[in-house]
Structures are given as C-alpha cells and as structure tokens.
C-alpha cells in the first residue's frame, strides 16, 4: 500500500514511512493511494472473531510489505492485552435500537488508547536496530496526551514532547499526563492557548524548515495515518456484532478534530454498511455548520464540561475533503490555504453532496448533554461522560429508520470527568484502581507562552538532533 497527500506535493511513501513521518512534507495529510475493498463474505467471515482477529483482517491492507502477517498479529496481541475487558471494546445495549460501544477499556480510560497502544509497539518496532531518535510532538485537548504519554514513556529512541492548553483540561487528564514522569516524557502547558493554538503550533513545527530539519520529527495526533487505521477496526467489530454485512449499522461519533469519524468514513468506503454517520459537536460546532451549511469558518473556541470536544479547526476534515472532491491535490491545496488565510472557507457542490449521502450532524448543547447523560443513567442504568453524552443526544434526535441499530461511540470513562458527570446524574464516578492514587502522585510540567518561539526554543534544548 502506497500513501499520497492530501496536497499533492509530497513524496509518496509505504506504511512504514507515513508512520513515521506523520505530516506531509507539503503541509497535507496522508491517505492511502486507493481504499481496500472488502466483499460482503469477507466481512461474514467477520462473524465471531476477536478484536485481534478482526484487528488483523482489517489492518492487512494498510500495512503492505511493511510488517509481516505475524509480526501484525504480535502487536495487535500485545497492545490489545492491555485493555481491561476481554472484548477490548464492548458493545452494550441501551433500548431498542441503541447501543454504547465502549472504547475506554485501555489504560488511559479514553478511545485513543485503541490506536496509541498500537502506534507505540509501532515505533518501536520500526526504530529497532536502527540509530533514529524520533522527536514526537503533540498537541491534545486532555486524552491523546495521556494515551500516547502511557504509549511512549520510557521507550528507547522517542522523546514525546505534548502540548495541552493550561486549565483547559480536566483534573484527571492533566493529572494522566503530568504525572508520569518517565525522562523522554516532556508535558508542556500554553497559557492563554486553545487545543488550536497547540495543534496549529505542532503544525507549524512540521512546516518549518530550519526546525524539522534539525529533529526526525513524527506525531502522535490523528494526523498521522495509522492511528486513524487502527481506529477503522471497531467500526468492524462493532457492525458485525450487529448484523453487517446483511443489515447496515448507524454511528453516532462525538467529534473534535474529526478523526474518529473518518475512521467511520473509510470502514464505509472498504465496503462495510454504514447507514449513517452522525457527526455530533458541542457547542464549537465548526463542522455542524459545514456539513449542515456548507459553511467551515473558524469560531471563538468555548470551553466547555466536553473539553477534548473543544477545538474548532478540524485537521481530519482535509482527509474527507479530499477524497469528495476527486483527489485533487492542487485544487485542496489552494481551498486550504484560502482557508489558512481568512480562517474560513465554503464547500464545494461536490464536497456537498458527496458528505451528505453518508454524513449528518447535530450540534448539542450543554442542556441537551446533560439530558443524555440522565438519560443513560436512569433508563439503562449506564453512567456516561459528556463526550459520549453529547453523541448519545445526537444519536436519539437522529431520524433513522427503526430497524437500523445506532451505535453512540463511548469515547471516554466518566470518571475523567466527574464534577459534570455528578451535576448531571447526582452519581460521582470513581476512577479505577489502577489509577486510584492519581491524586497523591507528583506532577511535572513545564508553562510556556503560546508561541512559537517559546516552545521551539524549549523543545531544541531538550532534544535529541538528527
Ligand atoms: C473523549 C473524546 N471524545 C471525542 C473526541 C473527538 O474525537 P475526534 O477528535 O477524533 O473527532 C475526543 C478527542 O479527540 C475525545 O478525547
Ligand atoms: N480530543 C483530542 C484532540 C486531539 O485529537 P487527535 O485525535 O487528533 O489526537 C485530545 O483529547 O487530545
């Protein structure tokens, strides 16, 4: 499998490569040149097989010669015997036509552990015997942070530098990352900033030239490829547990950075059923407004009790757009830089059309969270956080036929988020006992100003260069 960028201009490169890479070097994003096809027998095929299996068979075609169909197996088994449930993401039934599917089985209690215990096994597989030193710089919104720090710390020939806005995270993500404090695991914390100003900050490390080319740099975010890869296999999972191939499965995704449900969006292109994919947003709903309106201009980030939500550039919405609008390179290439200098852009007819046949969304509000939430918990006695609430709420105003199975993606434990959790449910979670004296451990960050040279500056005293 070859992987091209979304901006045309960039070498073309194998799995390996693209995983270690990250960003394109024209400022794009990877995809695969062309999507896998699965037949309707492969999926049946599907039918009973575990996580790693599923793992295995939807995978296959993403890495290519890059790793072998044992070695493949090997890291699948190994990241996903780390999760705390033998089904690793398990479907749980609301009512009659809803499900959960729970993601935050992993050791960082949220659904990037899905794909960052993957990557971790990843580099390191790709650096053995060989003197690379990769610098990995990320910028997270409270649970990649976490996810890839728990991935990362300790392993030989990575140092992960991660970027969270200061006091724009809950207490427990800040803590997840703060308080490990293994030597290649540098937190930093942006005053004054937004997730956007850390991921615009990451990019822009990626884009200039006298820094990227002084540090083998890669990344952790869903900008890079073969996390969205791994986030594909639980659409899988999910849909066959529930009928696919014979009957087609809905999907109700609470998005950000809109990585999640591009996952969704390539499981539908391989030839899985997706009745629908329901992009639900809080209320920074730049990607309500464009899927609804055409409209994809940049608002005021709002902080919210749904903080990983909080983000109102999209970097995933490049990938979508691309492949809508026919694979042009230089014609997405200019549409984003149009968009880089005003902050703002329309839609195509083509982009449109192509995102309405399969994509609908909903923009949910602090209320209407909080009325799922008590939702869940007294009609099906479940216990949600406000991510997942705000795609359950999305999910439940979503008109789809009463046969299709809506499944809401359960992309965090409630107990990173218990002040909202216990305002709305009157029910406090508690975190489990793997992470029960998170509160007593030592924390270790650094506070920088949101700018680019403050955080260059910082990184290239610490890092190690090519
Ligand atoms: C708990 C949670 N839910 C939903 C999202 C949104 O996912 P995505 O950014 O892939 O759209 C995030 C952040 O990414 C998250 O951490
Ligand atoms: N919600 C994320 C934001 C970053 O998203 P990513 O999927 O691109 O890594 C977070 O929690 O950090």
Not at 170 to 190: C, E, F, G, K
Not at 378 to 402: K, Y
Request: a negative charge; proline letters at 5%.
């Amino acid at each position: 499998m070859k992987y091209v960028s979304t901006r045309g201009n960039a070498p073309v490169l194998d799995f390996e490569q693209v995983t270690l890479a990250g960003l394109a070097s024209d400022g794009g994003l990877y995809l695969p040149e062309s999507w896998p096809s699965f037949t309707t027998e492969q999926i049946a095929a599907l039918k009973g097989a575990s996580y790693v299996d599923t793992a295995v068979a939807v995978m296959t075609p993403f890495v290519g010669d890059s790793l072998t169909a044992e070695d493949l197996r090997a890291l699948c088994t190994q990241a996903y015997g780390r999760f705390a449930h033998g089904a690793v993401t398990p479907l749980v039934q609301l009512d009659h036509q809803h499900w959960l599917l729970e993601l935050f089985h992993g050791p960082t209690l949220a659904f990037k552990d899905v794909a960052l215990q993957l990557l971790g096994l990843l580099f390191e597989r790709f650096l053995s015997g060989s003197e690379r030193h990769i610098i990995v710089v990320g910028a997270t919104s409270g649970d990649t942070g976490s996810a890839a720090i728990d991935a990362l710390a300790g392993r030989a020939g990575v140092d992960i530098f991660m970027l969270h806005p200061k006091g724009r995270v809950s207490d427990v993500q800040r803590r997840q990352m703060t308080t490990v404090l293994a030597p290649n695991v540098h937190n930093i914390a942006l005053e004054d900033a937004s997730f956007d100003d850390a991921q615009a900050l990451v990019k822009a490390m990626f884009n200039d030239p006298s820094f990227s080319s002084r540090f083998a740099l890669s990344a952790v975010n869903s900008i890079n490829w073969a996390r969205l890869m791994a986030q594909v296999v639980y659409y899988f999972y999910a849909a066959v547990r529930l009928g696919a191939p014979e009957r087609p499965v809905a999907f109700a995704v609470p998005t950000g950075n809109f990585g999640d449900v591009f996952a969704g969006y390539v499981a539908a292109k391989m030839g899985l059923p997706v009745a629908k994919l329901i992009v639900a947003t809080n209320v920074n709903d730049i990607l309500h407004r464009a899927l609804s309106e055409g409209d994809y201009s940049q608002g005021v980030v709002v902080p919210t009790p749904s903080p990983s939500m909080d983000i109102q550039v999209s970097s995933n919405f490049e990938r979508l757009l691309f492949d809508l609008g026919g694979r042009d390179g230089a014609a997405l290439s200019g549409q984003m830089l149009g968009f880089e200098a005003t902050r703002a852009m329309r839609l195509t007819n083509a982009q449109r059309d192509g995102a309405s046949a399969l994509f609908t969304s909903d923009r949910i509000d602090l209320d209407e969270m909080s009325l799922a939430m008590r939702w869940a918990c007294e009609h099906a006695g479940e216990v949600i956080d406000p991510h997942t609430a705000i795609g359950l709420a999305a999910a439940r105003r979503a008109s789809l036929p009463a046969d299709v199975p809506v499944v809401t993606l359960a992309t965090a434990h409630p107990a990173k988020f218990r002040e909202p959790v216990e305002r709305a449910t009157g029910v406090r979670p508690t975190l489990p006992a793997r992470i029960g004296d998170l509160f007593d451990r030592e924390e270790r960050y650094a506070s920088l100003p949101g700018t680019f040279e403050a955080v260059t500056a910082y990184i290239a005293e610490r890092a190690v260069a090519k």
